[in-house]
């Protein structure tokens, strides 16, 4: 068994998945690539970073006790990612489909190394990952992104800004403070993954056309046909 | 101690563990073999002797209780996920339990550590490489024991009247948890008895490698109780006498 994250997946599928910190914009992106992919009628499946029922309880009921320590924090959502990519990923994958990730294996590289876990040990953690086809990086300053966040909301979330580390008392400092540490984090990912890395301070639609660029070039060899395990015994079955 | 002796392996950069006064003594071998029993009897040995001793089991700490528990009910786990919960639950023990413990001068005797857990891995087809650099931020043990029995001599102490009417009234209640320690996810034979039987084969094959590979103290478990303690004893008490 290799490690399935430095090699291209078997599968018929694209898997495409988006990255950034909060209020890089990534959703946005992600979402307008699949509102133009469906238009053009591909079978798309989306799907977010930590939604599975597994673990999730178990994570909760750990933040609030202070249970968690880095280490376990960072073991539980690869646990919670493990159990999503046999049920979510993989299959829409062999079934030819293209499945959009918002946030991906790399979100846990940047956030759980800033949480103070080795970088080496989180990437084996996850070895067992498919890598994406195209991953793309929504690359924005830490004033932007928090310029974004605060349009949307009036306060930041406790764990958005990092509170927990005790990094500052104030959560817009202690935001600025994490996140950038965060941001050199990627910077890093970014060029050891070669994901695509979007200037995301530049208007919406000018960052979606050099997406769907580097989609399009993609499409051309995706031939959409869903993955078969035993030929022969389908077959025996018909006869 | 130098640095990279106290981690397996990439360790926990967050925690200073230079200050560990206590020792950290496992005793390992599969399922019946009798560790259990044994390290009953070593734990009061060694507090008769003044020394404070706490025990620690694999599995099941506050955290992860209730997510195997479910998980294991519903059936529905893959390889990874399986092998994950455990090491999650490993890791809260391993900071919430063991390393207080040693901190506080305690003699930490582990029935069971990540070695089950490599063996269990790499039978349900992980990478060795794999599953040792995921626990790699497990602590390095002073000594580890490994209760050796082969797979004859295993079978009469696991598969007796007892616990053949334990097992058939624990799965009907469905109580039975040792659907997943018997290997029975693995479909390893028709039923429980061949596939126990090749379950435990590859387990005591693993783990025969770790032990030459690991510089494991080997202790024959087929012996009785009394001679196998003495020899536990022994090097317990070297291992004490060593610092």
């Keep these: ?239 | 101690m130098k640095k990279h002796d106290l981690f397996f392996g990439h360790g926990l950069p967050y925690i200073d563990a230079n200050d560990l006064l206590g020792k950290l003594i496992v005793i390992e071998g599969t399922d019946g073999v009798g560790r259990t029993t044994q390290i009953e009897n070593i734990k009061s040995w060694l507090e008769i002797l003044g020394y404070g001793v706490i025990t620690t089991g694999w599995t099941r700490s506050r955290l992860m209780k209730m997510a195997i528990d479910r998980a294991k009910a519903g059936h529905s786990l893959n390889m990874h996920t399986y092998i994950l919960l455990y090491v999650a639950d490993f890791a809260d023990r391993l900071e919430n339990e063991i390393i207080p413990a040693l901190k506080s001068g305690f003699i930490v005797l582990a029935d069971r550590y990540i070695y089950t857990a490599f063996a269990r891995s790499v039978v349900r087809g992980a990478r060795r490489e794999w599953i040792q650099q995921v626990y790699g931020f497990a602590l390095n043990p002073d000594a580890v024991l490994y209760m050796k029995i082969d797979i004859e001599d295993l079978i009469p102490r696991v598969i007796n009247s007892e616990t053949l009417m334990e097992r058939y009234w624990a799965n009907q209640s469905g109580l039975g948890m040792d659907y997943w320690e018997s290997g029975m996810d693995l479909k390893l034979g028709d039923d429980f008895y061949d596939s126990f039987v090749e379950y435990q084969r590859r387990l005591l094959q693993e783990f025969e490698l770790m032990a030459r590979e690991m510089n494991f103290y080997v202790v024959d478990a087929s012996k009785s109780f009394e001679e196998i303690n003495r020899e536990l004893k022994n090097i317990i008490l070297k291992v004490l006498e060593n610092g």
């Design chain 1, 1 to 239: 068994m290799p490690n399935h994250l430095r090699q291209r997946h078997p599968y018929p599928g694209l898997l495409i998945i988006v990255e950034g910190i909060d209020g890089s914009g990534k959703s946005t992106q992600l979402q307008l690539v699949q509102r133009w992919l469906m238009n053009l009628n591909y079978k798309v499946f989306f799907t977010e970073w930590n939604s599975s029922a597994l673990v999730n309880d178990t994570i909760r009921r750990g933040k609030k006790k202070n249970l968690l320590t880095p280490t376990t924090f960072s073991i539980l959502h690869a646990t919670d990612f493990a159990d999503r990519l046999m049920h979510l990923i993989i299959p829409p994958l062999k079934a030819g489909m293209i499945v959009l990730a918002d946030r991906y294996v790399y979100t846990a590289f940047s956030r759980d190394v800033v949480r103070g876990v080795n970088a080496d040990w989180v990437r084996e953690l996850y070895s067992f990952a498919v890598r994406p086809d195209i991953a793309f990086y929504f690359k924005v300053p830490i004033d932007v992104s928090l310029k974004r966040i605060l349009t949307g909301r009036a306060k930041l979330k406790f764990h958005e800004a990092g509170m927990d580390l005790g990094l500052h008392t104030d959560p817009v400092e202690s935001f600025k403070l994490f996140q950038g540490k965060i941001l050199l984090e990627y910077d890093k990912i970014a060029s050891e993954f070669g994901m695509n890395v979007i200037d995301a301070i530049q208007p919406i639609h000018d960052q979606q056309r050099i997406v769907r660029e580097v989609v399009t070039n993609k499409l051309s060899d995706y031939v959409p046909l869903p993955y078969i395990a035993n030929p022969s015994e389908v077959h025996h079955e018909k006869a």
